[in-house]
């Protein structure tokens, strides 16, 4: 029955792994079994060992994958930040640069004894 809510849906599904839960009829290494069944027997066991050894060695390189890509996302997080913490320093320095360059200028005018002095008004003054 499919719904039209998608979150209806999605809370009836379920993930099966077949890999995980594998269920074979093998008969067991017991007494009262034939001869060819022990054969058979050490087969599926064999096979089984196998498929759990993959399974362990997936859920290995899994983690070890996560565990590379958390640290290598970290890595480029601090490097991002070391960035941006240089960058805001160069500008701040080239800041400092033009407000001495700003000052020095003005300093070196007022230390000529330059006073802006007003021609306008005084020659004004002088027509009147």
């Known amino acids: 029955m499919l ?31 034939g001869s060819g069944d022990f054969h058979t027997y050490r087969k599926l066991k064999r096979k089984e060992m196998e498929r759990l050894s993959q399974l362990e060695r997936e859920a290995k390189e899994k983690q070890e994958k996560e565990i590379f890509e958390r640290q290598r996302l970290e890595r480029i997080q601090k490097e991002e930040e070391k960035t941006l ?4 320093k160069r500008k701040k320095k080239k800041e400092r640069r033009k407000q001495k360059k700003k000052n020095t200028s003005h300093q070196g005018e007022d230390s ?16 009147s």
Not at 85 to 88: E, I, P, T, V, W
Not at 112 to 127: L, Q, T, W
């Open 3 to 33: 719904t039209t809510k998608p979150d209806e849906q999605s809370k009836y599904q379920t993930s099966f792994d077949a890999r995980d839960t594998e269920a074979t009829t093998a008969s067991s290494s017991i007494a009262g079994a």
């Open 85 to 88: 913490k240089r960058a805001m």
């Open 112 to 127: 000529n004894g330059a006073v802006p002095s007003d021609d306008k008004s005084s020659s004004d003054e002088e027509k």
